[in-house]
């Protein structure tokens, strides 16, 4: 069975897609510089508008609470305008990888990743459900050395880019099995899921990942609902420390140095048990 997918979307883009994400790049910038700004701006109308606490949410009260609500609304305007420009790129531009090909092109990655991709070892991510962009752009990066990994490194030097293509494919199309959140870590771990950390400047992961983990294929925003606790709690502290580099614009990078170890456990704990795939599992 063959699947369309558009690995490249964003990196060969037609030339008005270029120029929406020139603009949104633009803007986030642009903005980015000026949230201080912005801030005490709103603070000040907010106090000065007759009517007080109805000219303006409760958000614009404190400065780090209206730099947080910024964030979170120009994340959301940035998401939505790269999945109007991916999608158009995707219907131009879509490379085809092949599922039932891949499977015939994983029997080296079983041994790590499992069968199916839903690794058995909680150090080794499970692939299975993985949105195929996502898939395709790591195995690139861990082939050019963007994402560097002793394990992972040497596995991509006999596959092509068609290889990446079929497998990525097929791992897509598989399901994954769920996982489980420890009640202990579950009240802090959902807090920063969906909320972030106003006080630290963390970005809710909602944002991006979705309320339910499933991440965003178009934009390469992997699906981290039901991933191995302890993946995730080791590829957030590669992004602290920047020995895992290879998100754009350091997005990331800049979540993951805010956060502390007892916040990346707990959060770590509630994507494990997170799931998006109703009815029949539960
Ligand atoms: C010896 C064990 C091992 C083998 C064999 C292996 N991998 Fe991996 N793989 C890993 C580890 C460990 C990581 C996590 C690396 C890190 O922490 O950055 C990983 C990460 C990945 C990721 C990134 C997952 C994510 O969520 O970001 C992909 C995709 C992947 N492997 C695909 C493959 C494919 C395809 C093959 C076979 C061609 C393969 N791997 C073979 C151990 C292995
Ligand atoms: C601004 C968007 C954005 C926000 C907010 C965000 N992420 Fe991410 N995240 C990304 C992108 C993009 C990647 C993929 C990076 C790459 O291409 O390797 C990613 C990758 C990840 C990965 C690695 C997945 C894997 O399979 O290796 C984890 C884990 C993760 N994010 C967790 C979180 C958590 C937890 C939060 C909230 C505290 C969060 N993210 C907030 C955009 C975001």
Not at 191 to 219: D, E, F, K, M, S
């Amino acid at each position: 069975m063959s699947y369309m997918i558009s690995p490249d979307a964003g990196w060969t883009p037609k030339r008005s897609s270029i120029r929406a994400r020139r603009t949104v790049a633009s803007w986030t910038s642009l903005l980015k510089g000026r949230f201080d700004q912005y801030a005490d701006i709103l603070i000040y109308i907010r106090g000065f508008s007759a009517g007080g606490d109805r000219a303006l949410p409760r958000q614009f009260t404190s400065k780090k609470r209206a730099i947080h609500t910024m964030k979170t609304w120009l994340i959301s305007i940035s998401v939505a305008t790269a999945l109007i420009s991916s999608g158009t790129q995707a219907a131009g531009e879509a490379a085809a990888g092949d599922a039932t090909a891949g499977k015939a092109k994983v029997a080296a990655c079983t041994a790590c990743h499992g069968p199916n991709g839903n690794a058995l070892v909680p150090t080794w991510p499970k692939l299975a459900g993985q949105h195929a962009q996502y898939i395709y752009k790591q195995l690139m990066d861990f082939k050019s050395g963007a994402r560097a990994n002793a394990q992972m490194g040497p596995q991509m030097i006999p596959l092509s880019e068609q290889d990446f293509r079929d497998i990525a494919a097929y791992y897509s199309t598989q399901q994954q099995t769920p996982g489980t959140t420890d009640p202990a870590a579950a009240e802090l771990g959902e807090r920063i899921y969906r909320g972030g950390n106003p006080a630290t400047g963390v970005t809710a992961c909602t944002g991006c990942h979705g309320p339910a983990g499933a991440g965003l294929g178009a934009a390469k925003f992997p699906r981290v609902a039901g991933q191995h606790a302890q993946y995730l709690d080791s590829t957030l502290k590669g992004f602290r420390t920047g020995a895992r580099a290879n998100d754009p614009n350091g997005m990331m990078r800049d979540v993951a140095s805010r956060m502390s170890d007892e916040e990346i456990a707990a959060v770590s704990q509630f994507i494990q048990g997170l799931t998006d795939w109703p009815p029949d599992s539960p």
